[in-house]
């Protein structure tokens, strides 16, 4: 079974900042791990997922997120965020290729990026 | 491109009444679709995992008479929360898995359900 970590429930920055939102997993197979970012009162929208490769990913809205497996951590980064960047951010896991039957997303308890003018 | 829609977007409805939401797959098949249901200020909890032409997979601790799963096609799958309570009221999310992939999930925008 896979289980995800969000240490920080809310991590206050100042717009043009930098930011790291930090993610931990635990799992005993290959993993693939996403990051969704959740505007109020709405769905979760991919920001960045890794797959295999590179373990650099680069998301959208100038997200990124590095895959490290001795450290069991996905965490997520932007150089320079903006007021519009203000929402919930939920990492997330599951099983991988050789990964069994595992394919459900689980969540951790998301981060809540408040970026102040 | 890879669209999942909701309807409805908020619901109010009395208690003991059974409310019906649809979750569509706009432009692309899913043969998996999957419902979360979400509290206040937490995270997404998966409550089961429809498949299309057979029965949902239920989460344990979920009630499978309560929460009744259909997925009848390819691009649509609905929850209807039977006899709703007061302790029903959350935020329920779909999400769908486009057909031959096993990676990615799209998720909709949620419902929002309130049981007076």
């Known amino acids: ?117 | 491109g890879a669209v999942v829609s909701q309807h409805p977007s908020r619901v109010i409805c009395k208690s003991g009444t059974s409310v019906k939401i649809e979750c569509r797959s706009l432009d692309f098949q899913a043969t998996t679709m999957f419902w979360y249901r979400q509290f206040p200020k937490q995270s997404l909890m998966l409550m089961a995992t429809s498949n299309e032409g057979s029965k949902a997979t239920y989460e344990q601790g979920v009630e499978k008479d309560k929460f009744l799963i259909n997925h009848a096609s390819l691009t649509l799958s609905t929850l209807t929360v039977t006899s709703a309570h007061p302790e029903d009221s959350s935020f329920y999310i779909c999400s769908a898995r486009p057909t031959g992939t096993q990676e990615t999930q799209y998720f909709g925008p949620g419902t929002r359900l309130l049981v007076l």
């Open chain 1, 1 to 117: 079974a896979q289980s995800v970590t969000q240490l920080d429930s809310q991590v206050p920055v100042f717009e043009e900042a930098p930011v790291e939102l930090r993610c931990n997993y635990s799992s005993s197979v290959s993993v693939y791990l996403f990051w969704y970012v959740q505007y109020p009162n709405q769905g979760l929208q991919l920001l960045l997922k890794y797959l295999s490769g590179s373990t650099l990913v680069k998301g959208i809205n100038g997200f990124e997120a590095e895959f490290n497996k001795s450290q069991t951590s996905f965490h997520l980064r932007k150089p320079s965020v903006h007021i519009s960047d203000t929402a919930e951010y939920f990492c997330a896991v599951r099983g991988g290729p050789y990964g069994g039957a595992t394919n459900k997303l689980i969540f951790g308890t998301g981060t809540l990026l408040a970026v102040q003018p």
